[in-house]
């Protein structure tokens, strides 16, 4: 078991090139968007010019966030697990007020022909905010397998988990759909996200 002192911690992180397509692509976005924003502002009152640029950067602001937060890193101590984002500490969630880890694995769009699947990982509280808000704020930490020393990481949560007597799910998108695949309507288009209980990560 990896005990841990509780002035002790441990991090993990993210190589550069995890998260250089996601860092490259808003700063285009940005760019675009501001230059429209910029040039409605210089060319007179043109507030619709205005409101399309500066709107769009920040909707794409905050999807960028919810798109970072995944690759947030990640510092384990005694106490709980801290999410760092641009160096900066992000959220907090104490063992004591985790209600499960979950891994979830679903479809990687861009490999689809290769039928290629990611897997995140979970780190939950009692949910507070709307669900669609829930990874900006404070509900969830994610991490996904693209983490430097996964397998580390993983056995401290699993020994964290049967010491803190914290369930253990797992949600496959894959056997959701095919599960799904006998039905109609729209609960085989989006078939319910089935947990079943793990015994490890």
């Known amino acids: 078991m990896h005990d841990m002192g509780r002035s002790s911690c441990q991090m993990f992180r993210y190589r ?7 860092d490259s692509g808003i700063c285009v ?18 507030l619709a010019g205005l409101a399309v640029g500066f709107g769009a950067d920040a909707f794409f602001i905050f999807l960028y966030l919810n798109y970072r937060s995944k690759f ?5 101590s005694q106490d709980g697990v801290t999410a760092f984002l641009f160096g900066l500490r992000w959220k907090t969630i104490e063992w004591t007020e985790v209600t499960k880890f979950r ?5 990687d769009w861009d490999s689809q022909k290769s039928q290629k699947y990611r897997v995140d990982y979970c780190i939950h509280r009692q949910r507070k905010h709307f669900v669609f808000l829930e990874r900006i ?3 969830v930490i994610i991490f996904n397998e693209q983490i ?5 990481l993983l056995q401290i949560l699993n020994d964290t988990a049967r010491r803190y007597h914290i369930p253990l799910v797992a949600v496959d998108r894959e056997q959701d759909f095919k599960n799904a695949s006998q039905g109609n309507g729209l609960k085989k288009l989006l078939p319910e996200f089935v947990e079943q209980p793990i015994q490890a990560l």
């Open 29 to 46: 976005l940005l760019a675009i968007f501001t230059t429209i924003g910029v040039l409605g502002a210089i060319s007179g009152p043109n």
């Open 137 to 139: 704020f404070l509900d």
């Open 16 to 22: 550069w090139a995890a998260v250089a397509r996601g």
């Open 148 to 152: 430097q020393e996964l397998p580390r």
């Open 103 to 107: 891994r979830f694995r679903y479809a």
């Open 72 to 76: 947030a890193s990640i510092r384990i």
